[in-house]
């Protein structure tokens, strides 16, 4: 989910780049919508381990340089159920959550809000999210955990989690809205940008 600015841009080639402990961390492009992996439900993860964390750490990585605020795994290309969410787009190193094979338990209240996607760059729409959730998920480690999120950081829950169970945020929007985009994208990628 990118953040709100409107130069948001995803990511298109892979690159290596430091995080703040000076640890290269792999740029991974950002998967477009048409691709297959985008609409298909993640893998459980069953093996915590360092790889894990790194790959939590590229996803962050990746994020940030995409300018966004939450990704999921299938948004670079791998189905596994893993999301790296962070709404101060990394201005606060504790603002940063990785969530493993996670679930909203709860939900409760509603907020209609512009919404938009790394993997559908340069289109918004107004999706209907709870206002606060409850999400239960694991660590790297494995070890599982709760964590309540409100307004912003419950709508990016909300959004990667649909990422990891096939669903994009276009498929709550209007038929009529979700055409336009589909049309204009297959126009793009008739042209050679996308």
């Known amino acids: 989910m990118p953040d709100k600015s409107p130069t948001?841009?995803?990511?298109?080639?892979?690159?290596?780049?430091?995080?703040?402990?000076?640890?290269?961390?792999?740029?991974?492009?950002?998967?477009?919508?048409?691709?297959?992996?985008?609409?298909?439900?993640?893998?459980?993860?069953?093996?915590?381990?360092?790889?894990?964390?790194?790959?939590?750490?590229?996803?962050?990585?990746?994020?940030?340089?995409?300018?966004?605020?939450?990704?999921?795994?299938?948004?670079?290309?791998?189905g596994l159920r893993l999301a790296v969410v962070d709404v101060t787009s990394g201005k606060n190193p504790e603002g940063k959550i990785i969530l493993v094979n996670p679930e909203v338990t709860h939900g409760e209240g509603e907020k209609r809000e512009e919404e938009g996607c790394l993997s559908?760059?340069?289109?918004?729409?107004?999706?209907?999210?709870?206002?606060?959730?409850?999400?239960?998920?694991?660590?790297?480690?494995?070890?599982?955990?709760?964590?309540?999120?409100?307004?912003?950081?419950?709508?990016?829950?909300?959004?990667?989690i649909d990422h990891l169970n096939g669903i994009l945020f276009l498929q709550h929007l209007s038929m009529l809205k979700r055409d336009l985009i589909r049309r204009k994208i297959k126009k793009l990628k008739k042209q050679g940008e996308w």
Do not use: N
């Open 8 to 78: 948001s841009e995803a990511t298109t080639t892979a690159s290596v780049a430091p995080d703040v402990s000076g640890t290269p961390r792999r740029i991974y492009p950002i998967v477009k919508y048409g691709d297959p992996i985008l609409e298909k439900a993640a893998a459980a993860i069953t093996k915590f381990d360092d790889e894990l964390e790194d790959l939590a750490e590229d996803m962050f990585a990746s994020m940030y340089a995409a300018q966004g605020v939450g990704l999921a795994a299938p948004q670079i290309g791998k």
């Open 120 to 160: 559908i760059p340069g289109f918004r729409g107004y999706v209907v999210r709870p206002q606060f959730v409850t999400v239960r998920a694991q660590d790297t480690q494995g070890k599982t955990f709760e964590i309540r999120g409100e307004d912003l950081l419950a709508r990016a829950f909300c959004h990667e």
